[in-house]
């Protein structure tokens, strides 16, 4: 192949400093991992992000490039008087053969203008069982209470439209679990089943006997179930809960409060990525109180680290039940409790550890890229 034919742009939000090693989200963590991935296999990649506020090399094959004047202008404007034609000029400058977007964003309708124009390929990947929902179901969850107008003409709409020509005009379209495949079957799509990476630092990490407690990573909100699983820990005062993550919102700022008042409860915030591996290899059960998820790294992670998962509700595209990767308690929160009360969980954790080494790994994620790019 040339070069042009193995360049690859991915386009986000944050990535430059997920390659730095300050991820907070797990799409940022996942592009920069493929970011890596690609660029240690002589794959040149290009990221364009819009937090970015210089471009720079970041290493031999990776490069940095921010979009000029993207706070520029004035609100409501400045995305037709700046940000569109600079982002367009970006794009247009790197010359790439493939253009890889992450989630759902009405921002990502200009690469697909670009790659079309320049002949290139645009692949998209799913990063949460939601973007593929019906409309009604996103009103629902997402919208009906927590959005006002500005949401609705900024945000909301153009996303919706965004979601329709996205899934439909991509060249490819990268799924996370057979769920989501499945939901996508039916549009003809060239859909591919690409589970997320675990992160290669966890092969550093020291696998500690377990120290009994239990860790739960992730932002404090209702969105991730704290709200059901407070009154658990709050009951369950000999078992000990390690929370790693923030409160985002008012609703978390109140759970917040509520868990500080619970001496079983230690709150670290937001940790390292190094840090959080290590909460996750020394602890007795990660523990996922989500409502919904697309699939969430912290379940990769724990698998890698031999860490058994209990999940409340979450199960991507019931690969716990089907190879036996921990426990799904079906929203049933008095089953959650028995779990956590017991000594020890009957789990073959190397077999589950091998399960993720041969489906979540870098060069699973490689070979499926070279047969894109190819």
Not at 56 to 81: A, E, H, M, V
Not at 127 to 143: A, I, N, P, T
Request: aromatic share 10%; hydrophobic share 45%.
């Amino acid at each position: 192949m040339n070069n042009k034919k193995r360049k690859v742009c991915i386009f986000g939000s944050q990535v430059a400093s997920a390659l730095q090693g300050n991820a907070m989200g797990g799409a940022e963590l996942q592009m920069a991992m493929l970011a890596k991935t690609l660029a240690e296999h002589n794959i040149e990649v290009v990221v364009i992000d819009r937090e970015a506020k210089e471009d720079f090399q970041f290493d031999r094959n990776i490069q940095i490039r921010s979009i000029p004047g993207w706070y520029r202008g004035i609100r409501g404007l400045r995305f037709f008087t700046h940000r569109v034609p600079n982002f367009i000029r970006t794009l247009r400058n790197i010359h790439a053969s493939l253009f890889y977007v992450r989630g759902i964003s009405y921002l990502f309708l200009i690469p697909l203008y670009v790659a079309k124009r320049c002949k290139a390929k645009f692949v998209l990947a799913i990063s949460h069982d939601s973007e593929l929902w019906r409309f009604q179901e996103r009103f629902k969850v997402f919208y009906r209470k927590n959005s006002s107008v500005w949401d609705w003409i900024s945000t909301n709409i153009p996303n919706e439209v965004a979601a329709y020509f996205l899934v439909r005009f991509c060249d490819v379209l990268l799924v996370q679990h057979e769920e989501q495949a499945q939901k996508v079957s039916s549009l003809g799509k060239k859909v591919i089943l690409l589970p997320n990476m675990f992160d290669p630092r966890i092969e550093h990490i020291s696998r500690n006997k377990s120290n009994g407690n239990i860790v739960i990573i992730g932002a404090l909100s209702n969105r991730k179930g704290l709200d059901l699983f407070l009154p658990v820990v709050q009951k369950l005062k000999h078992v000990t809960f390690e929370f790693v993550g923030e409160a985002e919102d008012i609703e978390g700022n109140r759970i917040k409060e509520q868990l500080k008042k619970c001496p079983n409860a230690i709150l670290h915030g937001w940790l390292n990525r190094e840090d959080t591996l290590r909460k996750i290899a020394s602890a007795k059960a990660l523990v996922n109180t989500s409502r919904m998820e697309g699939f969430p790294n912290a379940f990769i992670e724990a698998w890698a680290l031999r860490t058994p998962v209990i999940s409340l509700s979450v199960d991507p595209g019931n690969v716990i039940k089907n190879h036996k990767l921990g426990y799904v308690c079906n929203g049933n929160v008095e089953l959650l409790e028995e779990l956590l009360l017991k000594d020890t969980l009957d789990l073959n954790t190397a077999q589950i550890q091998d399960y993720v080494l041969k489906r979540h790994s870098a060069k699973y994620t490689i070979n499926v890229f070279e047969d894109i790019i190819s």
